[in-house]
């Protein structure tokens, strides 16, 4: 694990990557900066679930194979899978995949993200980060509104 510090701000916008392919993993660093992110990366699964303990990230981008050979050895994702939707709800969660059809509403719902991604798209990621922010934005707008007011 990273013993690196770093502060988060109440005016940052954190971003988690748990990817373990280089060229994923530059574009989507890349890409959240450029939105105005402050990124942060997981080398493995403890880290990642540490991480995400500490910070509430706004938008979360991991791969179907992140530390693992096959989806059900992700242990991230099972993590985020199982969580209670308080634990997660700050955070858009967005899946990469080489199986996945890009912004397939039902492999989304399947994987309890927000949105899927495969990886042969990812020169859209700027576009396809700011739709699932804006989506989960406007579907949480009541609930929000809600909260707010009451304290």
Do not use: W
Not at 121 to 135: G, R
Request: overall charge negative; hydrophobic content about 45%.
């Amino acid at each position: 694990m990273s013993m690196d510090f770093d502060f988060v701000a109440a005016t940052d916008k954190p971003a988690l990557l748990g990817l373990s392919t280089p060229e994923l993993q530059d574009t989507a660093r890349t890409a959240l900066e450029q939105l105005g992110y402050k990124v942060h990366t997981a080398v493995n699964h403890g880290e990642f679930v540490h991480k995400f303990a500490q910070i509430p990230y706004q938008v979360v981008v991991t791969e179907e194979l992140f530390s693992a050979t096959t989806p059900e050895e992700n242990e991230s994702l099972i993590a985020l899978q199982r969580m209670n939707m308080n634990q997660r709800r700050h955070a858009v969660v967005i899946l990469f995949g080489f199986n996945m059809a890009t912004f397939n509403p039902l492999q989304a719902f399947q994987q309890c993200a927000h949105a899927v991604v495969n990886p042969s798209e990812m020169f859209l990621l700027i576009q396809l980060v700011q739709k699932a922010v804006a989506d989960n934005d406007l579907f949480l707008n009541t609930f929000r509104e809600v909260q707010n007011r009451l304290g």
